[in-house]
């Protein structure tokens, strides 16, 4: 489990993005952050890899404050998505997967014997592994952004708006494969849109962000639906 206790970002030039948060992360869910642009969604989202470090309050997994644990260490255990992808431009989609579990001390044929599955399950066409990033379309990109994050197996997936780049038809395929991904994995996920029906879609449980990083409501999709 996550755990936010009154936490509080204040950047250095006085904004207050996110406001007194307490919420709990279910283990092997998929949460989703919602609100408009500006509420804090992303700011809450990258303490939990201290990519940003709370000015107030205290973050926790599995009961352990992560301000005690060393970032590179913290983030291990946590796969990180982002909206275009941001693969390493020079590596080939295979390699770019292969990567991390190399650096983890993999042998490089052991690495990309796994990378090749994971892009089988993140239904990216076998063909295309050879091919450089910039060759590929945006929903052929954040499969594999989805496939490098899966590669170190971490328990964690950070996922911020990875979909929001790609065409409305591309972007309910990545939907529907990511559910399908959880229900076979188990990951514990944290998602990020400003789109309500994809939080919906996707949320096991849905925090509703509003102006100012507060959050609004915590609750069930059918709840947050029929309000
Ligand atoms: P969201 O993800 O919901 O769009 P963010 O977490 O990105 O929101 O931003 C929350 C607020 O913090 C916004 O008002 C944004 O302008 C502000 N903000 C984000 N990053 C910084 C920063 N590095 N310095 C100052 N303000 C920032
Ligand atoms: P940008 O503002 O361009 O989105 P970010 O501040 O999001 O850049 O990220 C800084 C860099 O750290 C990114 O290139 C991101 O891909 C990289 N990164 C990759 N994995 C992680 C991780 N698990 N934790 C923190 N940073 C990561």
Do not use: W
Not at 85 to 112: C, K, M, W, Y
Not at 117 to 128: H, I, K, S
């Amino acid at each position: 489990m996550i755990s936010f206790e009154s936490v509080s970002k204040i950047y250095p030039d006085g904004t207050h993005a996110v406001e007194e948060l307490s919420l709990e992360i279910a283990t092997g869910r998929i949460t989703v952050f919602v609100g408009p642009s500006g509420c804090g969604k992303t700011t809450s989202l990258r303490m939990i890899n201290r990519m940003i470090e709370p000015t107030h309050g205290v973050l926790s997994i599995d009961g352990r404050d992560i301000s005690t644990v060393d970032a590179p260490v913290l983030r291990r255990g946590i796969g990180y998505v982002i909206q275009n992808a941001g693969l390493f431009p020079h590596r080939t989609v295979l390699d770019n997967v292969a990567t991390v579990p190399v650096l983890q001390g993999r042998s490089r044929r052991e690495a990309r014997l796994a990378a090749a599955e994971l892009l089988d399950r993140v239904g990216l066409d076998r063909n295309l592994a050879k091919r450089y990033p910039a060759q590929l379309s945006g929903g052929q990109q954040q499969r594999v952004g989805v496939a490098r994050a899966l590669a170190a197996d971490p328990p964690v997936m950070l996922m911020d708006e990875p979909f929001s780049a790609v065409d409305p038809v591309v972007r309910n395929q990545l939907q529907d494969e990511l559910i399908r991904l959880q229900a076979d994995l188990g990951k514990t996920i944290v998602f990020v849109t400003h789109d309500i029906d994809e939080a919906v879609k996707l949320g096991d449980r849905i925090a509703v962000f509003a102006v100012g990083g507060r959050l609004a409501q915590y609750a069930e999709p059918a709840e947050v639906l029929s309000r």
